[in-house]
């Protein structure tokens, strides 16, 4: 199978993203890249849980005094839910189906926007309500480190689905831009599952004190 | 067919090499620039060896002599033998497995080149305020407190380099999995394949410990951040922990390939198979896997306890086990076999006791207890320096005797090589035996001026002596290499003879098509089982067809470039300089803004059409 040929849903592959030799390289070296990236945020994680709460006096903000379940909730259910957009987005092109696959990642892109404007809302309540900052104390630059490079991989990922829907809006599927698809939607399930860790180990391990 | 095999301008070759995707120009682009950095860092050997020959010497100041020593070590670690595994790498991986190129020849480029720019700014330190000093471990009590940019080039500059490797060791683990030919199966490939493909998993799981080691400290000394600053909560070891995990695969990454080079030198010139070929392979995976459950025996004398310090030091002696087995199938290989000893198997052969009396020290300092006597003493400059000079140095110079025919189609002289190999090895024992003994006496290590009357003099002085002898045998080296490509004799594909991995069935240099019909693989060894059936050449998997090729680019370069603008930019910017914050940003959109064209332009590569390739039948000039 070729690069630039055309499709009809009937001839569309099963795997589109690994119809091509290009297309199987770049399946398994974003795995890699992924595991790298677990060893990236791993190291983060413990430096998050060597420095929590190592504030330089008392008058320094604690876990407990800062994080407000209801909202990371929320943040939390938009980038769930945003991952399984995602899968719907990815079952529409595995069938041949590019507007609907634009729709999902639409709103893929909507609710990530939404999880990344509470996030931006959180951090700016966190500076200004208890002067909890990067440079406040070590406590606060490992959470932003953490919390942070997460975040920074977010807006990453948005800028990078929507550079893909852009480019491809006007000539639909084939088999060279299958693969950047689906690694994009790789990429962004990766995301979720950091920040279900940060969930747990920053919010919930943190309301408990 | 001449548009494959046209003579070419200065500027139309430079322009060649500044957007290659090739795997064998990116090679030699590793080869050239891993060797001016290895000859870099042996000068500042040169100069801690000068100062340390008598005592009390002044020859150069205090502060200077640890800028030199904390370049010397970060350079040769990070930009001579880093890069310079990645040469042998690209050069002969490939080749190895029958592929055409790598997996991401792309991502080869970029890789070679976000190297370069790190390295050249690491460099600039010496011209813009003076160099690091805090060691090339870098430890954060001492680096947060440097004062002036050396820590920063530091930072940056292994950040930008650290991308590009592990970058590549993505690519070559995609590679080796995805780009074998028809009937390489795993126990098929050649060791230094398998030595390639354990050493890029290594890469992948440990650089990125360093990359957030590095972050960390950047965002302590340019951001404000508070990580390692103990007033506000922030704790120094958290620096030891990641730049030892990262650390300790590093020398595994640096030494499998080295065993690996010799597992091809030894086989080749015994005439005889690989003794034990798939217990080489278990051995490899296992120091592979061993080598990430060490890192704590960096840190015996910091205080983690005896629980941990006796944990470690077991995981470390296990190390032993299977290095064991490695020197042992490279003993009973060479053991009737018909041995020549070329210039490359006698580094091979130097190199068995050479390393084993490293690893015999690193046995001894692995032993918890006595490493409170040797750490932070000459004993430890010793052992490292065995098992880095008498292990990787020693593969590396074998190696680039054994495959410049390869990668450049001449044979370097092989009596001057000889020449230059008895001095570097009498050298590197001269220099380094002796210190095993200065730092048993007690001499410290990275001090600038021992006293006289401490019984430290002689051995000091016999210790720069041997730093002479390798100078002069790296100098006879480059004089070996420049007189070789002069003169310009070409050689045939397999100039050693006795070629047994198919990357000596096909021209030296191969075309940049590399095969021009993938080859069947028949068994281990494949093109020596094809020469004791009596044939010439690979038997073919395909019939002559057209070949697709990747497209030159100059992205990888400009990505790379952009990391190099935006690091001036975080530098300079906490000096309160008004231009620092612009320039950071526009590097950075620079890099962005090429990753987006990277993304948004198709790049579909091009054919060579079967009828080219039939009239291309000396297609080595290509």
């Known amino acids: 199978m070729h690069a630039e040929e055309k499709f009809t849903p009937k001839t569309w592959p099963a795997s589109p993203e690994k119809a091509t030799l290009e297309g199987k390289n770049k399946f398994m070296g974003f795995w890699f890249f992924l595991g790298g990236e677990t060893v990236l945020f791993g190291s983060l994680f413990a430096t998050y849980l060597a420095l929590k709460n190592k504030v330089p006096s008392d008058s320094h903000a604690l876990t407990t005094d800062i994080f407000d379940l209801p909202l990371s909730f929320v943040a939390t259910m938009l980038l769930l839910t945003s991952s399984l957009t995602s899968v719907y987005a990815m079952y529409h092109m595995k069938n041949y189906n590019f507007q609907r696959m634009q729709a999902w990642l639409l709103i893929t892109v909507l609710l990530g926007a939404g999880f990344l404007g509470l996030e931006i809302y959180e951090f700016n309540h966190y500076v200004h309500e208890y002067g909890h900052t990067f440079t406040s104390s070590a406590f606060g630059s490992a959470f932003y480190a953490l919390v942070g490079f997460h975040g920074g991989h977010v807006a990453f990922g948005l800028l990078w689905i929507i550079s893909l829907m852009l480019r491809n809006a006007k000539r639909g599927l084939n088999l060279y831009n299958a693969p950047k698809f689906y690694l994009a939607s790789l990429y962004w399930h990766f995301i979720d599952v950091v920040w279900v860790f940060i969930f747990t180990v920053v919010y919930l391990m943190g309301m408990v004190g | ?622």
Do not use: C
């Open chain 2, 1 to 622: 067919m001449s548009s494959l095999a046209q003579k070419k301008g200065f500027g139309a070759t430079v322009w060649d090499y500044l957007t290659t995707v090739d795997h064998k120009k990116i090679a030699i682009l590793y080869l050239m620039s891993g060797g001016f950095f290895f000859l870099l860092g042996g000068l500042e050997a040169l100069i801690i060896r000068i100062q340390l020959a008598v005592p009390n010497s002044d020859f150069i100041s205090a502060g200077l002599y640890n800028e030199v020593l904390t370049m010397h070590g970060t350079t040769m670690i990070f930009l001579a033998a880093m890069p310079l595994i990645f040469a042998f790498m690209n050069a002969v991986v490939p080749l190895q497995i029958g592929a055409r190129d790598v997996a991401f020849p792309f991502v080869n480029s970029l890789g070679f080149w976000l190297f370069f720019f790190g390295g050249v700014f690491l460099n600039l330190s010496w011209f813009m305020g003076g160099a690091p000093d805090a060691g090339w471990t870098s430890y954060a009590s001492l680096s947060i407190a440097s004062e002036g940019h050396g820590i920063d080039f530091y930072v940056l500059g292994l950040q930008i380099a650290g991308a590009g490797t592990l970058i590549g060791g993505i690519n070559f683990l995609v590679t080796i999995i995805n780009m074998r030919a028809p009937g390489m199966t795993y126990m098929r490939m050649p060791l230094f394949t398998w030595t390639a493909f354990v050493t890029s998993a290594l890469i992948l799981f440990a650089f990125p410990a360093l990359t957030v080691g590095l972050f960390l400290m950047m965002f302590d000394r340019m951001f404000g951040s508070n990580f390692f600053d103990v007033a506000n909560g922030g704790n120094t070891i958290i620096w030891e922990h990641f730049f030892w995990i990262f650390g300790h695969p590093e020398v595994y990454i640096l030494v499998l390939p080295a065993f690996g080079i010799f597992s091809e030198i030894i086989p080749h010139f015994s005439r005889k198979r690989l003794f034990g070929y798939s217990s080489m392979v278990f051995a490899t995976v296992l120091i592979g896997f061993l080598g990430f459950m060490v890192w704590a025996h960096h840190m015996f004398t910091v205080g983690l306890g005896p629980i941990a310090n006796a944990i470690f030091a077991v995981a470390t002696m296990a190390i032993a086990v299977p290095t064991g087995i490695k020197i042992f199938n490279w003993l009973l290989t060479m053991w009737g076999g018909s041995m020549k000893f070329t210039t490359p198997m006698l580094y091979a052969v130097a190199f068995i006791p050479s390393f084993v009396a490293g690893g015999v020290t690193g046995i001894m300092l692995a032993s918890a207890a006595a490493d409170y006597q040797f750490h932070d003493t000459y004993f430890v400059v010793a052992h490292f320096h065995y098992v880095i000079v008498g292990g990787v140095v020693f593969a590396l110079l074998a190696g680039t005797h054994y495959y410049w025919p390869k990668m450049f189609g001449t044979m370097l002289n092989d009596f001057l090589g000889k020449i230059s190999f008895w001095l570097f090895f009498i050298g590197f024992h001269l220099t380094f035996f002796i210190q095993h003994f200065l730092g048993l006496m007690g001499m410290p290590r990275r001090i600038w001026k021992f006293l006289p009357g401490q019984g430290f003099e002689t051995g000091n002085l016999v210790s720069s002596i041997g730093a002479g002898f390798m100078g002069a045998a790296v100098i006879i080296l480059v004089f070996n290499i420049i007189m070789t490509q002069v003169k310009g004799v070409k050689v045939g594909n397999d100039p050693w003879g006795d070629g047994r991995t198919i990357e000596w069935a096909i021209p030296s240099p191969p075309p940049f098509y590399n095969f021009k019909q993938t080859p069947l693989i028949r068994g281990l060894d494949a093109y020596w089982l094809e020469k004791m059936e009596g044939k010439n050449g690979l038997t073919p998997a395909e019939p002559i067809g057209d070949i697709h090729m990747p497209n030159n680019s100059i992205l990888p370069l400009v990505i790379s470039f952009g990391l190099f603008v935006a690091a001036f930019g975080a530098m300079y910017r906490p000096d309160g300089e008004a231009w620092a914050l612009p320039v950071l940003v526009i590097g950075l959109l620079i890099t962005l803004g090429s990753m987006f064209l990277r993304s948004v332009i198709d790049d579909h590569g091009y054919h060579i059409h079967k009828e080219d390739l039939m009239d291309d039948d000396k297609g080595g000039k290509a």
